[in-house]
């Protein structure tokens, strides 16, 4: 599969998606895309202290916090960054999740949850190296579209009536 056809079958994916499949991914997801691991290679003068803690706890609470909460934490990230321009790989990862989350609790537009979606392939990718005319060579990229595929057409729904 190329790259741009990766791209449209995620599109469709998220466009065809549950509510609750959708939500499930975006979860699953950015708390994949916020690990500390993506922020072993950053150095610390990328971002000032108040930006760090914010991070930290954006990153510790992405899965409770609402979007006003998430957006305060951006904010105070975006006032300290230090960096020129130029930072981290991991670092622009974890901080692109968190505002594709952040806006889809704010917005709730599908397009938040693609973006998430090809920022996670985008990280495999950054790992492995894919071959843009076979993208899905990798294990690693094959187990990540797989992923991707089982939330977003998972019915999460329960197959029970709820009891009135």
């Keep these: 599969m190329r790259y741009d056809e990766l791209e449209a079958a995620i599109r469709q994916l998220v466009v065809a998606a549950r509510e609750d499949a ?19 290679t950053a150095a610390d003068d990328e971002l000032d202290e108040d930006a760090w803690a914010a991070l930290a706890t954006a990153r510790e609470n992405v899965r409770t916090a609402s979007a006003t909460e998430l957006r305060a934490q951006l904010e105070r990230i975006d006032a300290g960054v230090l960096a020129d321009g130029n930072l981290d790989q991991g670092l622009l990862i974890v901080i692109t ?20 979606a ?8 950054f790992q492995v190296s894919a071959d843009l005319d076979d993208f899905l060579a990798t294990p690693e990229m094959t187990a990540e579209y797989a992923r991707i595929t089982r939330l ?3 019915d999460l729904r329960s197959p029970f009536p ?3």
């Design 97 to 116: 999740a968190l505002e594709h989350w952040t806006t889809y609790l704010e917005e709730n537009q599908r397009g938040e949850l693609y973006e998430l």
């Design 162 to 164: 709820e009891a009135t």
């Design 22 to 40: 959708l939500r499930a991914f975006g979860l699953d997801t950015v708390t994949r895309l916020v690990r500390s691991e993506l922020l072993d």
């Design 152 to 154: 977003l057409t998972t």
């Design 118 to 125: 090809i920022r996670s392939v985008e990280e495999v990718d």
